[in-house]
């Protein structure tokens, strides 16, 4: 495949991809094409390297139908194939002193540079609003990279923030280090996506300065 190539289908992709909330029930998604989405979602970028997401899965068409009251109704949580709750680490920094341990191990960074590093973010984790902060601005990254990469594989997606987090935190145990950023349902479109309207770059774009 030449650049040029590779550059247009990512280009297809972002331009093709649009919030999908009819989805024709029981369409299974292999499980192979599940994992290499979430794969390609996990590969966006992250602050030091943290990954300060995680993605609950739920396909039990049971569990689909618990997150329905959740989300005040929603069908396309009962509806699609797949709901990914896409989760913010509040204590990512532990994930760090992994990384850069591991780093260390394969003499990928030397001893010195993980503890500066290791330190600065134990210093910034201390602050629970840097901490949130950081959880919802990473988990957003990879949120829109798991809808690009489902696009990519043939399926649909739309991005959800209307549900009860305090009741799906507690219906689906999650522990108090993670939080609800988003809800992205994945699935067959029942019918065609609609278009929405996008301001013009004259309105959205400031050079230099305002």
Do not use: C
Request: hydrophobic content about 45%; glycine content about 6%.
């Amino acid at each position: 495949m030449t650049q040029s190539n590779t550059a247009l289908n990512a280009e297809q992709v972002m331009l093709e991809r649009h919030s999908v909330r009819e989805y024709n029930r029981d369409v299974v998604i292999p499980e192979e094409t599940l994992n290499e989405i979430l794969t390609l979602a996990a590969s966006a970028p992250s602050s030091w390297n943290l990954q300060q997401w995680r993605f609950l899965v739920v396909k039990e068409q049971a569990n689909k139908d618990r997150l329905l009251p959740i989300a005040y109704g929603q069908k396309q949580v009962s509806d699609a194939s797949v709901v990914v709750v896409v989760l913010g680490d509040l204590q990512a920094n532990l994930t760090g002193h992994q990384i850069y341990d591991a780093a260390v191990a394969a003499g990928a960074v030397p001893q010195q540079v993980r503890d500066t590093l290791v330190g600065q973010i134990d210093g910034a984790y201390t602050s629970a609003q840097v901490a949130r902060d950081e959880a919802n601005k990473n988990a957003g990254l990879a949120s829109m990279q798991l809808m690009l990469a489902a696009k990519a594989k043939g399926y649909d997606t739309v991005p959800m923030g209307g549900f009860n987090a305090e009741a799906l935190v507690k219906e689906l145990n999650i522990p108090d280090r993670f939080f609800p950023v988003m809800l992205v349902p994945i699935g067959e479109a029942a019918k065609p996506a609609r278009a929405s309207g996008r301001l013009p770059l004259s309105e959205l774009v400031i050079n230099e300065s305002f």
